[in-house]
């Protein structure tokens, strides 16, 4: 079946302009989380959705960050006068979230440069 | 402080020698540790689940192992296919919401 996408797979804005991220989660996968991924770093928290409710925001790294869901399905992830240091490739998985697993299942990323 | 420490950083073998990878973790408790392999430009494919100490899961080549506090994939007589970055991640058992990422290991398998 279909995977995770994300949407577009690369992006090149110039600093202080928004730019918009899409995710298409897993029919039928609940949960949905977005990352970010710097070079040679690990994967960093941003937010969480549980179908259209965003009940842990607590990795979005200022105010010029955002994300929403809507119909339990695809989500937008908004950084609005984007810097230099958010350059970095941004991941979205879904998950089922049942009761016996959680594993989640990661899009291919949008690469984000600020330039 | 870290939650999740991935040993090696980078790892090289040649085609068919042996190795672990490493994972540990410092979570209070634990509701599921994770194993990814990440291509260059690509996002993280799942390859395994474990949720309890003694735990062990095979596919192909790989076998992850689970303790109290680490977690190690061994590869037998690797390929050069299997090059890839391995990425480890725990998900909190106080807090569902909550996945730790390790930095991953970055194996290099020459022929």
């Known amino acids: 079946g279909a995977g995770v996408s994300q949407s577009p797979s690369n992006k090149v804005t110039e600093k202080g302009k928004d730019v918009e991220l899409r995710c298409d989660p897993i029919s039928g996968h609940t949960a949905l989380y977005w990352y970010r991924q710097s070079l040679g770093q690990g994967l960093e928290f941003l937010i969480y959705f549980q179908g259209n409710s965003a009940p842990d925001k607590s990795g979005l790294p200022s105010d010029r960050f955002s994300a929403e869901r809507t119909g339990g399905s695809v989500s937008t992830l908004t950084i609005q006068r984007t810097q230099q240091e958010d350059s970095a490739v941004y991941l979205c998985?879904?998950?089922?979230?049942?009761?016996?697993?959680?594993?989640?299942?990661f899009g291919p990323g949008t690469r984000l440069t600020v330039l | 402080e870290d939650q999740v420490t991935q040993s090696p950083e980078a790892l090289r073998l040649q085609e068919g020698e042996s190795s672990s990878l490493n994972c540990s973790y410092t979570v209070s408790g634990l509701r599921g540790l994770f194993w990814y392999r990440q291509d260059p430009g690509k996002g993280p494919e799942f390859l395994f689940t474990?949720?309890?100490a003694g735990e062990e899961k095979e596919k192909e080549r790989l076998k992850a192992t689970l303790t109290k506090k680490e977690s190690f994939l061994h590869i037998t007589a690797p390929k050069p296919e299997d090059s890839a970055t391995y990425l480890c991640a725990v998900q909190d058992r106080d807090n569902f919401n909550k996945f730790y990422f390790g930095s991953g290991t970055k194996l290099n398998v020459k022929p």
């Open positions: 998985a879904s998950s089922l979230r049942s009761a016996s697993t959680d594993t989640q299942y």
């Open positions: 474990l949720y309890s």
